[in-house]
Nanobody, 123 residues
Framework: QVQFVETGGGLVQPGGSLRLSCEAS????????VGWYRQTPGKQRELVAA????????NYTDSVKGRFTISRDNAKRTAYLQMNNLKPEDTGVYYC????????????????WGQGTQVTVSS
């Protein structure tokens, strides 16, 4: 069983920034790719950004390219999502998960998910 603790969400005006953090209780965190996902009411959870185990590969959904940056600190078993120039359509609950690269891209990492952190972009 893996636990994910996502923090850093909040209410922000359009154009603002937030930095999300995700701490994973997984000793082999450094060997896993990590992904940030967003879920909005009535929609499936979607991948927002992914980072390979040692950070050599990144993947972003088109709508966040140039605005969001994913990073990780393997020593702290923590992943981050820096979100700049936020837009109302970025609103949602953000989750993280880990797995093999293909699993992260498809949202099929661990079955365990954290509580997520709510991001609301509104004026």
């Amino acid at each position: 069983q893996v636990q994910f603790v996502e923090t850093g969400g909040g209410l922000v005006q359009p154009g603002g920034s937030l930095r999300l953090s995700c701490e994973a209780s997984l000793s082999i965190f450094s060997f896993k790719a990590v992904g940030w996902y967003r879920q909005t009411p009535g929609k499936q959870r979607e991948l927002v950004a992914a980072l390979s185990n040692y950070g050599r590969a990144e993947n972003y959904t088109d709508s966040v390219k140039g605005r969001f940056t994913i990073s990780r600190d393997n020593a702290k078993r923590t992943a981050y999502l820096q979100m700049n120039n936020l837009k109302p359509e970025d609103t949602g609950v953000y989750y993280c998960n880990v797995g093999l690269w293909a699993e992260v891209l498809s949202g099929n990492g661990f079955d365990d998910w954290g509580q997520g952190t709510q991001v609301t972009v509104s004026s």
